[in-house]
C-alpha cells in the first residue's frame, strides 16, 4: 500500500510538470532541470537578460557560471531560461550559455509581449522577469533568482512607463527573489502599484524594502520574512491557496558590499539627467542607465551588481530546498 501511494504519488508530480494541456511542449527543459522537477527536487529559475544586457562579455559568461554554482553548491538545480533559434529552452548547457553571452545586446531583450515575435521570427531572446516567470510557471518551476525586478519609472504618473515585471508578478504564480528595486525607479509608486496588483512583497530578514545597491530604501514593506523555511512555507500556502499572484522576496544587498551605495547613488542621479536629456525611455532605459552608473562609478555597481545577484542565488537554492521539503513531507502524508 505504502509502495502503490508513493507511485501514485510520484505519477501525480510527473503529470504536474509535464501535462500536456500545459504550453510546456512548446517548451525545451534540459534533461538535468526535467529529472529534479518529475523527482520533486529543488530548482530555481534564473532570467537571462543579465547575461546579454548586464554585461560585458566574458564576464557575462563567468558570472551565468558562477551564480549556476552557487545554485548548486546549496543544494538546487539551476534553470536559466532563455529563447534560442526560436526556442524556449528551460535549463542551458554550457555551450548555449556562451552562445547568449557572446550574443549580448544583439539577443533581444524578451518580456511578454515579445514571447510570440521571437518565436516566430526563430529568434534569440533574453528573457527578463516576466517572461521567465511564464516559462518557470509553464513548467512547474515555483521560484526565480534575478538581480532586481522592474518598476515604475521616474515621472511614471505621466508617461505610464511601468514595468512588465510588475503585471506579471499581478498575474503568475512564482516568487520572485530580488535585491528589490533599483533606485534608478520610482521605488514607494511601484510597491503601490504591487499593492493594487494583489502582489504580496516581503522583505527578508528586514522590515525595510531594499534599493538594489542600498540596504534599505525608506519604504517599510507589509511582511518579514526570517528564514529559508518561512519563505517557502509562505511561498506554499500562496500556490496551495491557488490566489493565482507571484510574490516578491526582497534580500539586501550584503553589507561589506552596501559601502559603496553612496557613490552610487550620486552616479545614478547623473545618470537619470543623461537619459532624460537624451530622451532614453522604454527598455532602452534600464540597460543605458547601469551602463552609465558602472562607467561614473569605475566599476564599483557592477561589482555590487554581481555580489547581489550571488548571495540572491544562495538565498534562493535555500528557498527551493525548504519548499521542497515541505511538499515532500505533503506527498508523504506528514504534518507541516
Known sequence: MVSSSSALSRLSCISRHFNPSHASK???????????????????????TIISHGMPYPKNLETAKEVEA?????????????????????????????KLAKLGPRAQKTARRDIAHVV???????????ATMIFA?????????????????????????????????GRTPVAVISAGVKSILDIPRTLEYLETQ?????????????????????????????TPDDCARLIDANLKLQLGTGMVIAV????????????????????????????????????????????LTGGASLTSNIALVKNNALVGAEIAVALSQIRECCRKGGFE
Not at 545597491?213 to 507589509?222: D, H, I, L, Q, R
Open 26 to 48: 512548446s517548451v525545451k527543459i534540459s534533461p538535468e532541470v526535467s529529472e529534479a522537477l518529475s523527482n520533486g527536487r529543488a530548482v530555481v529559475a534564473l532570467e537571462s
Open 252 to 295: 539586501p544587498i550584503p553589507k561589506e558590499h552596501s559601502a559603496s551605495g553612496s557613490l552610487i547613488e550620486s552616479a545614478i542621479q547623473t545618470a537619470l539627467r543623461e537619459a532624460r536629456d537624451k530622451n532614453i525611455t522604454g527598455n532602452a532605459a534600464t540597460p543605458f542607465l547601469l551602463a552609465r552608473v558602472n562607467e
Open 70 to 98: 552557487v545554485v548548486r553548491e546549496n543544494g538546487a538545480v539551476p534553470a536559466t531560461i532563455a529563447i534560442l533559434d526560436g526556442t524556449p529552452c528551460v535549463g542551458l548547457t554550457i555551450k548555449e550559455l556562451e
Open 137 to 169: 510557471h509553464m513548467v512547474g518551476i515555483p521560484l526565480f533568482v534575478t538581480g532586481g525586478i522592474g518598476g515604475v519609472h521616474q515621472h511614471g504618473e505621466n508617461t505610464m512607463d511601468i514595468s512588465s515585471d510588475l503585471t506579471e508578478l
Open 198 to 226: 494583489g502582489v504580496c512583497v516581503a522583505a527578508y530578514k528586514t522590515n525595510e524594502f531594499p534599493a538594489f545597491f542600498t540596504e534599505a530604501s525608506g519604504c517599510k514593506v507589509p511582511c518579514r520574512v526570517d
Open 120 to 130: 516566430a521570427t526563430r529568434g534569440n531572446g533574453a528573457t527578463t522577469v516576466s
